[in-house]
């Protein structure tokens, strides 16, 4: 993906820190992570790009990787 990475992250973290509500759940922050990288995913390999990097990330945390 060509992409800004750097700004790319910025800009998420903008989005996440300024959600408009208080309570949610998981599919409440997937659907914020969307709607601030939506523009970035061009096709469905960066789709897939995106949904491996997360069960990656998630895989280090939680003791499966």
Known sequence: MSMD???AAISLAKHLENVPYDNGDLSDLGNEIGISIGALIR???DLKDLVTGIKHGISLTNGTH
């Open 43 to 45: 096709d469905d390999e």
């Open 5 to 7: 990475f750097k700004k």
